[in-house]
């Protein structure tokens, strides 16, 4: 093959290529985990990820009658992608590892629990998942620190969740949720869910740094309740980010780049020996 025909096979690979990104679309791939609860050497517990990019957390729980790390597996709890965490941040209703931390408070109307989790560095914007279930008799108070360790507003720790209060247990279910309300400028609330209630859940995904959550929770009904604590990272992005929305897959995307890969290769090489590609 002379140089002329090379440098067309070259011209013709790329430009296969640069049509295929251009005509294909990106197709949404959220980077997301939930935290495994863990015991620790100087704390009440860790919560620990895999991905280096979600910070770690140590956990200190003060006035609990008792606290556990539980498998949603063991206990026939936890999301499947009906629900809106399940959906954001994955199903986990299978899963053996240990996902939430059970919290159970004594049977005092002013005696609350008090859960700390401090993150070894500030977890970025939209990018934590706080989720607690079984809210039933109990009534919590939802605040948290930033990345300079001010208080959070109330706005800011909802964040940009959607559809705050439901039932993992029956996703339809508009009645026996709690009410996540704004309580004051610092403070955001979980409660009134009807008493027994299963799949009862709130969450929240803050809209600014965090870098400590703090979860007072009470029994409002003089029996020992208790409520289960869920934390997950999530990272939303794309698997394509050049390419545009028109309904095609990656995987014909990779067809065509590996297809105008191999009308380029003998021209690419020619190029290479002639020194325009290093």
Request: glycine share 8%.
């Amino acid at each position: 093959m002379n140089n002329t025909s090379r440098t067309a096979g070259a011209i013709l690979g790329l430009a296969a290529i640069a049509t295929f990104s251009v005509a294909l679309p990106a197709s949404a791939a959220n980077v997301a985990e939930w935290g495994v609860f863990e015991d620790s050497l100087t704390a009440d517990g860790a919560l620990l990820f895999t991905n280096p990019d979600f910070p770690d957390a140590e956990i200190m729980v003060s006035s609990e009658n008792t606290y556990s790390f539980l498998s949603p597996a063991e206990e026939n709890e936890g999301f499947t992608s009906a629900d809106p965490v399940g959906a954001l941040v994955g199903a986990n209703y299978d899963s053996t590892d240990s996902l939430f931390l059970k919290i159970e408070t004594a049977a005092d109307n002013n005696q609350e629990t008090v859960t700390e989790i401090t993150f070894d560095s500030p977890v970025p914007a939209d990018q934590l998942v706080l989720a607690i279930s079984d809210i039933d008799s109990d009534y919590t108070e939802v605040t948290m620190l930033d990345a300079e360790d001010s208080d959070v507003s109330a706005e800011d720790i909802v964040g940009t969740a959607t559809t705050t209060g439901f039932n993992w247990d029956d996703p339809s279910d508009t009645e026996n949720i709690p009410n996540v309300a704004l309580e004051d400028a610092t403070t955001v609330s979980m409660g009134t869910a009807p008493d027994g209630t299963d799949g009862s859940t709130g969450w929240v995904r803050p809209s600014v740094a965090v870098s400590q959550i703090t979860i007072s929770t009470w029994t409002e009904d003089g029996n020992n309740s208790s409520q289960r604590i869920w934390v997950g990272q999530v990272i939303e992005d794309t698997s394509s980010d050049n390419l545009a929305d028109t309904g095609v897959s990656d995987s014909l995307y990779l067809t065509a780049v590996a297809g105008g890969a191999i009308l380029a290769v003998g021209g690419a090489i020619a190029l290479r020996r002639r020194g325009n590609i290093s």
